[in-house]
């Protein structure tokens, strides 16, 4: 049998090896917390750590969509009741109260689902599908949180990929990095022809690493 999130081989009767069930484990602790620090980035360009939780109340216009969205009935909230409901209704329980504020209902259905977890690790045939999609809610939420550094645009891939055909592909520099890799033809350019590519004048065949 194997884990029907990871499809990992398990040594026992099971929907989830330890692995997953340890990591949906971790992220619904995480999650309650990380929708309070979701509140310091509504507004757009705002860092980490900007601003106290209660700008979710008086936060200035315009607002990051993708950040309301998460917040916002629809997004992390419903993804965790939907859950919640989904075990209580396999296991033969009622349908779990859905009241108070989005954060204490977050609160609430994280919480539901981790008092059964090992149920859920054990019997529960929905188990690989909750895993993944709590895995994708994470990751979309750290991705709000922390953003990828922003990259530097020097220009088109002049690359030759023969008959005339030049590569063209958009070139970005990485944060931090040195060198930049057309991901269309996987040709190098070192920092010593970026200028010349920013510029719109192609660097002469063999500039190109």
């Known amino acids: 049998m194997n884990c029907t999130a990871c499809t990992a081989p398990l040594d026992h009767a099971a929907q989830l090896c330890d692995a997953c069930t340890h990591g949906l484990d971790v992220r619904l602790a995480e999650l309650p917390g ?7 980035h509504l507004r757009p360009g705002a860092a980490r750590g900007d601003g106290p939780v209660a700008l979710v109340r008086e936060a ?22 939907e859950w919640r409901a989904a075990m ?8 779990p109260a859905c009241t108070g504020s989005i954060e204490r209902r977050i609160m609430a259905a994280a919480r539901g689902l981790q008092l059964n977890l090992d149920w859920i690790a054990e019997t529960f045939e929905g188990a690989g599908d909750l895993a993944r999609e709590i895995r994708a809610l994470a990751g979309q939420v750290n ?10 645009s020097v220009g088109e891939c002049a690359a030759d990929l023969g008959g005339g055909d030049i590569c063209g592909a958009s070139l970005r520099v990485p944060h931090g990095s ?17 200028l010349t590519l920013a510029t719109g004048a192609w660097a002469p065949a063999g500039a190109a690493a």
């Open 34 to 40: 990380q929708y309070l620090l979701l509140a310091s």
């Open 88 to 95: 209580q209704d396999a296991r033969g329980w009622g349908p």
């Open 60 to 81: 200035p216009l315009p607002c990051r969509e993708d950040v309301l969205d998460m917040r916002a009935t629809g997004g992390m909230v419903t993804v965790l009741e």
């Open 178 to 194: 040195t060198t930049v890799r057309c991901r269309r033809c996987g040709t190098d350019y070192p920092p010593s022809t970026w």
């Open 143 to 152: 991705a709000l949180l922390d953003p990828a550094p922003p990259t530097l």
